[in-house]
């Protein structure tokens, strides 16, 4: 099930394709991928404007994809190159920008709508324009990316969270100077973590699998796995002198409003099924925003979960 804030996009309601069709000459392809490479400083804003969200990020997400995609070579599974490339080299742009400006709902909407209408004056078909913008907002929260390229692209986009915990920690340093820039109203480094945390509730929720590597031995999902330990670091260093945060797991469903005293932890919930993952992220947004929740929430499927943190 797509869980659609895509449908609220109408690209002049086409068909998506699931692959780059044969009218797409690889000659045009390999030429608009040279065209983004040499002009991604007009594309994108200098660090800093952007801190994290700038050329640097790009090309960290390209090389993320890279060993991806080398996987699934590895086992046969079939990935449209052209497409997770152009939508990698294309999925912030305009980032700086206030999309609301311009009567989008969101960020990913704005670049998808950007992104598709370059490549079309590039030379890409109907097709592969839109299909790259499919895979740009399948970046969007709360969306459920099911195709191959959707896959990669999420998992590249959100690599730095399951690397090593200096790299989430410089990242998030990053992330909040960029906020600072930003926002009218910007929170400290604290409330920033927990806002942050809160957010990846929407990102934490699918199962980004496509080869044997994303499970550990013990069969658990390396991706949450690894997710879960460095999240659990971070929140702690925003608590020092309170005592040690715990990891407390929870299966859904649950009282929201009774995890609202439990700062001092980190609260995992285990999702039955992708319905009821996307309902409690959407309520947790909604509870986070007006106040009612104030301690970091994200969601796990269950398939993921077994003694995730040690």
């Given amino acids: 099930m797509h869980y659609e804030q895509r449908d609220e996009f109408d690209y002049s309601r086409i068909s998506l394709p699931k692959r780059v069709q044969a009218s797409d ?9 040279e065209y983004l490479e040499k002009h991604l400083s007009l594309l994108y804003a200098p660090e800093e404007v952007l801190p994290y969200h700038g050329i640097h990020h790009v090309h960290q997400v390209r090389e993320n994809a890279a060993k991806y995609v080398l996987r699934c070579h590895r086992y046969g ?12 080299l294309c999925h912030d742009l305009l980032f700086g920008i206030d999309p609301a400006s311009f009567h ?5 909407d704005l670049a998808a709508f950007y992104s598709k209408n370059l490549l079309l004056k590039l030379g890409a078909s109907e097709e592969h324009a839109a299909y790259v913008a499919q895979i740009i907002l399948s970046t969007k929260v709360n969306v459920l990316p099911l195709e191959v390229e959707e896959i990669i692209m999420r998992a590249a986009d959100l690599d730095n969270l399951v690397g090593s915990y200096q790299s989430v920690v410089d990242q998030t340093a990053r992330l909040y100077q960029e906020h600072r820039l930003l926002s009218r109203t910007p ?6 973590v927990v806002g942050s945390l809160v957010h990846l ?27 879960a330990i460095n999240l659990q670091r971070l929140y702690q260093s925003t608590r020092e002198g309170d005592g040690d945060v715990e990891v407390q797991m929870s ?21 039955a099924n ?23 929430v994200l969601i796990f499927p269950s398939s993921a979960v077994g003694e995730i943190v040690q």
């Fill in 25 to 33: 000459k690889v000659e045009v392809l390999q030429d608009i991928t």
């Fill in 201 to 227: 509730s929407g990102y934490s929720w699918p199962m980004l699998e496509l080869t044997p590597e994303a499970r550990t031995g013990e069969g658990r999902s390396r991706w949450h796995q690894d997710l």
């Fill in 251 to 271: 299966s859904l469903p649950i009282d929201l409003r009774l995890l609202s005293s439990s700062q001092q932890k980190l609260n995992v919930l285990v999702a």
């Fill in 104 to 108: 989008f709902e969101s960020r990913e």
């Fill in 274 to 296: 992708d319905e009821q993952a996307f309902k409690y992220s959407q309520e947790i947004s909604t509870l986070y925003q007006s106040g009612a929740l104030n301690c970091p």
């Fill in 187 to 192: 929170v400290s480094y604290s409330e920033f």
């Fill in 77 to 88: 599974v079939e990935v449209d190159e052209y497409a997770l490339d152009h939508a990698i």
